[in-house]
Protein backbone atom coordinates (compact mmCIF):
# COMPACT_ATOMS: atom_id res chain seq x y z
CA UNK A 1 0.00 0.00 0.00
CA UNK A 2 1.68 3.59 -0.89
CA UNK A 3 0.24 6.87 0.33
CA UNK A 4 -0.98 9.40 -1.65
CA UNK A 5 1.99 11.74 -2.93
CA UNK A 6 -0.31 15.04 -1.47
CA UNK A 7 0.96 13.51 1.53
CA UNK A 8 4.49 13.75 1.08
CA UNK A 9 4.93 17.09 3.24
CA UNK A 10 3.52 15.63 6.28
CA UNK A 11 5.46 12.53 6.31
CA UNK A 12 8.73 14.62 5.38
CA UNK A 13 7.83 16.87 8.83
CA UNK A 14 7.12 13.50 10.42
CA UNK A 15 9.89 10.97 9.54
CA UNK A 16 12.26 13.82 9.68
CA UNK A 17 10.90 15.55 13.13
CA UNK A 18 11.10 11.70 14.26
CA UNK A 19 14.50 10.84 13.59
CA UNK A 20 16.06 14.59 14.57
CA UNK A 21 14.68 14.72 17.76
CA UNK A 22 15.36 11.28 18.59
CA UNK A 23 19.46 11.58 17.46
CA UNK A 24 19.51 15.16 19.41
CA UNK A 25 17.56 14.30 22.22
CA UNK A 26 19.87 11.34 22.62
CA UNK A 27 23.07 13.38 22.16
CA UNK A 28 21.98 15.99 24.89
CA UNK A 29 20.84 13.58 26.92
CA UNK A 30 24.65 11.20 26.67
CA UNK A 31 25.96 15.08 27.35
CA UNK A 32 24.08 16.26 30.00
CA UNK A 33 23.64 13.02 31.94
CA UNK A 34 26.39 10.49 30.46
CA UNK A 35 25.69 7.26 29.68
CA UNK A 36 24.16 5.69 33.21
CA UNK A 37 21.74 3.22 34.18
CA UNK A 38 18.84 5.49 33.86
CA UNK A 39 19.91 6.67 30.33
CA UNK A 40 17.17 4.97 28.30
CA UNK A 41 14.34 6.49 30.12
CA UNK A 42 16.09 10.12 30.09
CA UNK A 43 16.70 9.62 26.50
CA UNK A 44 13.19 8.63 25.83
CA UNK A 45 11.68 11.29 28.07
CA UNK A 46 13.35 13.67 26.55
CA UNK A 47 12.57 12.44 23.36
CA UNK A 48 8.55 12.74 24.36
CA UNK A 49 9.45 16.39 25.30
CA UNK A 50 11.03 17.19 21.92
CA UNK A 51 8.82 15.45 19.33
CA UNK A 52 6.18 17.79 19.56
CA UNK A 53 7.82 20.41 19.19
CA UNK A 54 10.20 19.16 16.44
CA UNK A 55 7.18 17.76 14.04
CA UNK A 56 5.15 21.76 14.01
CA UNK A 57 8.81 23.12 13.74
CA UNK A 58 9.75 21.66 10.39
CA UNK A 59 6.59 21.36 8.99
CA UNK A 60 6.28 24.80 9.23
CA UNK A 61 10.52 25.55 8.47
CA UNK A 62 10.88 23.11 6.08
CA UNK A 63 8.91 25.48 2.58
CA UNK A 64 10.89 27.98 3.94
CA UNK A 65 14.21 26.55 3.92
CA UNK A 66 13.26 24.79 0.53
CA UNK A 67 12.73 28.63 -0.92
CA UNK A 68 16.18 29.59 0.55
CA UNK A 69 18.27 26.76 -1.05
CA UNK A 70 16.17 27.62 -4.39
CA UNK A 71 17.74 31.17 -4.32
CA UNK A 72 20.85 30.26 -3.78
CA UNK A 73 21.34 27.72 -5.61
CA UNK A 74 21.62 27.34 -9.40
CA UNK A 75 19.64 25.26 -11.50
CA UNK A 76 21.58 22.70 -14.83
Avoid at 37 to 58: D, K, N, S, T, V
Avoid at 64 to 76: D, F, L, S
Amino acid sequence: MKIDKKYSPVLFAFFMSLLMALIMSGVLTALFSGFNQQFFAQWMRAFIHAWPIAFPAIFIVAPVVRKIVGAITKEE
